[in-house]
């Protein structure tokens, strides 16, 4: 298990799922944590837990990271705390279920760009520090999703395309700076994806679904053993690897029958 101690590590999205399972692995390893969402209060029952069971430092901020300007605004308030990141992991984000035309377009803009933008901007704006003190580690959080097309979850899944083929790209453009890049991409796990995409748990998901702490581990371990990407779990594995057996267009069809209610 690498050794934190005495880093700063930022999550975003901390305010549940992946991001509390994050908060407390990367605490074990002995990192103090940034802990970012817009919704506060969750994230100060965590950082009171985590400073209790392993004595880190935790601070707590409230951001839309949707926002142009949420990046560059967070790292000038860690700048004025004299807190350098050492480990970012980019987990904020969301999906909408639903067919394309039914959505609200407001509301898929919002998701485009927390998904996309934000994370883009957070990747640049700290790995640039990264680069300047000699490296880092970065995670970004994707979604078997990112595979094929997904209909009723089309915009969610080419956003995690992106989030796929960045994060690998990025992997072998920042080793050269001693930056690890990583690509997490986990299926239906029991967080409360479904519940916020507004979609009820088909036959197909609850047979699959994975406990989030699990799959959390399994994305830092990657990370830190400098892997450009990961799909946790058999299930999942074999999901994406039968994909080169059929057509593009048979894809897309499968991925609806799973996905529909």
């Known amino acids: 298990m690498k050794d934190l101690t005495n880093t700063w590590a930022l999550v975003t999205g901390a305010s549940s799922g992946f991001g509390i399972d994050f908060a407390h692995l990367l605490a074990e390893r002995g990192s103090n944590l940034v802990l970012v969402a ?134 072998h453009e920042l080793a050269k700076h001693n930056i690890k890049v990583s690509v997490l991409s986990p299926g239906i796990t029991a967080t409360s994806f479904l519940q916020v995409s507004g979609q009820k748990a088909t036959l197909y998901q609850r047979m699959v679904m994975m406990q989030s702490k699990p799959v959390a581990a399994i994305g830092l371990k990657a990370l830190f053993a400098g892997k450009a990407s990961v799909v946790p779990g058999l299930i999942n594995k074999l999901t994406i690897f039968s994909n080169r057996f059929a057509s593009r267009s048979i894809q897309t069809k499968l991925a609806y029958l799973l996905m529909k209610n």
Do not use: C, W
Not at 120 to 136: E, I, N, S, W
Not at 141 to 164: D, F, H, N
């Open 38 to 171: 817009r919704r506060i209060e969750p994230m100060q029952e965590l950082a009171a837990q985590l400073e209790h069971r392993y004595a880190v430092k935790v601070k707590v901020l409230g951001r839309d990271l949707s926002t142009t300007e949420a990046a560059s605004e967070l790292k000038q308030t860690l700048d004025a705390q004299g807190i350098r990141i050492t480990t970012l992991i980019n987990n904020a984000g969301f999906g909408l279920f639903g067919e394309f035309l039914d959505q609200a377009l407001s509301k898929t803009e919002e998701m485009l760009k927390l998904n996309m933008f934000s994370l883009t901007a957070l990747t640049h704006v700290f790995a640039q520090d990264m680069k300047q003190h000699g490296g880092g580690n970065i995670l970004l959080v994707a979604s078997i999703g990112a595979y094929q097309a997904t209909p009723t979850y089309a915009a969610y899944s080419a956003s995690k395309a992106y989030v796929l083929l960045f994060g690998e790209a990025l992997h």
